[in-house]
């Protein structure tokens, strides 16, 4: 019934920012099972999307992301456009420019809407191009803490989890190799905590290198040993590939 839907829709939201990805993405997929309206189908399929991408599952999120830009097309949604111009500065990879204009129209559309998730995720976003696409790493501090702020205050252990990881990553650019290996210890935490394998894979791969560099050896084989056992778990172990290079 269209009623067990929303409950069930409720409950995939309530523990979306609790629990592991994995159990979100049950929720989610009991909710589609059932007879929910088109704009909540829209939603949810944009969710699943998101969170099949971080637990490797390409091609299902792609598909699923799909269906919900074609349904959302037949809706005037300015959280869901928000949603979808941030996934896409994700997507546009190395393209500054695209991953700019995304994150502007985001902001412009955010000017409208009261929700700080979506602030948060714009922010982190934000960090995510002044890190990776200009190497400008003390610019990019300001919106990661900001972004972690906002995420402590949602208690969504993914956002805290990411901010505080490319927050590391930004103090080893800057030379500050205590705060980095602190920070990237605790995103390792968090993203084991959550199931999330992108996370996890992220974080063990970056302590590695961290590890490698000051030679300890010992350090760095465990986490690469770690990395490994991950990969052979997984049936097809190239699916991991994209959204861990991109995220």
Not at 192 to 206: A, C, F, P
Request: one cysteine or more; proline letters at 2%; aromatic letters at 10%.
């Amino acid at each position: 019934t269209k009623l067990a839907a929303e409950l069930t829709i409720t409950l995939c939201f309530f523990w979306r920012i609790r629990s592991p990805m994995w159990e979100y993405v049950t929720y989610i997929e009991q909710a589609l099972a059932r007879d929910v309206s088109q704009l909540s189908e829209m939603h949810l399929r944009c969710w699943l999307g998101h969170f099949q991408w971080r637990l490797g599952a390409v091609e299902d999120a792609r598909k699923n992301l799909t269906v919900a830009t074609s349904q959302a097309r037949k809706h005037e949604d300015k959280e869901y456009l928000v949603r979808k111009l941030i996934f896409q500065s994700k997507i546009d990879g190395s393209d500054l420019t695209k991953r700019i204009q995304s994150l502007d129209e985001a902001y412009v559309e955010l000017a409208s809407i009261d929700n700080n998730a979506l602030l948060a995720s714009y922010h982190f976003n934000h960090g995510s191009v002044y890190y990776h696409q200009d190497a400008d790493f003390n610019s990019c501090l300001p919106p990661l803490h900001k972004a972690l702020e906002i995420y402590e205050t949602l208690g969504d252990l993914h956002g805290i989890a990411s901010s505080i990881h490319l927050i590391g990553q930004a103090y080893g650019e800057l030379g500050q190799r205590e705060q980095s290996i602190g920070h990237a210890e605790q995103g390792l935490k968090l993203f084991r905590m959550q199931g999330n394998r992108v996370g996890v894979i992220k974080s063990l791969t970056y302590l590695a290198e961290h590890y490698t560099d000051s030679k300890n050896y010992n350090e760095a084989s465990q986490k690469l040993a770690e990395i490994h056992q991950i990969l052979q778990e997984l049936q097809h172990p190239r699916k991991l590939a994209y959204p861990t290079f991109f995220e």
